[in-house]
């Protein structure tokens, strides 16, 4: 019984913070004047709350189901390739931070995690970009182009979302986190009275 709770109780969390990136995910806005098309949004905060707070695992979970949920509601422009981009992208940068604040779980460890989880999306970016999504979305295009929009446009874009996203998962982190462990720590008081 107590297992069914504890299991139930993670997939009530998880199902919240895919329903909040879902809607975050409406929100994207475009920072790079030379690739309008390229845009961010916050949808990978929850996505990170998750891995930080759950395992990394949580956060790819809740990546996938946020990427399929937009395209069941908001369909897509791009057939499936922008949603593709976006899950693969997202779980290098939620898995990677997972993993590294999972052995120590500071408030410097989570900057590591962070630094490191920007530098590994870039870096993941520019490989999927180059080897998936640019052959997918853009058959033919020339390799100046191809290698203009990596240094131009898929780096920067990358790193920035990295870092607005690492700088508002800092500043939110630690209530949530003291809100879902109270929960975990009422759930477990209640248990132990039974």
């Given at each position: 019984m107590k297992n069914v709770s504890k299991s139930t109780n993670l997939t009530v969390k998880i199902g919240l913070l895919s329903a909040i990136a879902l809607i975050l995910m409406y929100f994207e806005f475009p920072v790079l004047p030379a690739y309008s098309f390229l845009k961010i949004d916050l949808s990978d905060i929850p996505a990170l709350i998750g891995a930080f707070a759950f395992g990394?695992?949580?956060?790819?979970?809740?990546?996938?189901?946020?990427?399929?949920?937009v395209i069941l509601t908001k369909g897509t422009q791009t057939g499936g390739v922008g949603e593709l981009?976006?899950?693969?992208?997202?779980?290098?940068?939620v898995g990677c931070a997972g993993i590294i604040y999972k052995r120590k779980k500071t408030r410097t460890m989570a900057v590591i995690a962070l630094v490191s989880a920007t530098i590994f999306m870039a870096i993941a970016g520019v490989i999927a970009n180059y080897f998936v999504f640019v052959p997918l979305y853009f058959k033919g295009a020339p390799s100046s182009y191809i290698n203009a929009?990596?240094?131009y446009g898929v780096i920067p874009l990358n790193l920035?979302?990295?870092?607005?996203?690492?700088?508002?998962?800092?500043?939110?982190?630690?209530?949530?986190?003291?809100?879902?462990?109270?929960?975990?720590?009422n759930s477990k008081k209640l248990s132990s009275e039974q």
């Open positions: 990394p695992f949580a956060g790819i979970i809740i990546e996938a189901i946020k990427n399929l949920l981009a976006n899950f693969v992208v997202g779980c290098a940068f929009y990596m240094i920035i979302k990295g870092i607005i996203i690492s700088v508002v998962t800092l500043v939110i982190y630690k209530r949530i986190s003291v809100l879902i462990n109270s929960e975990v720590l």
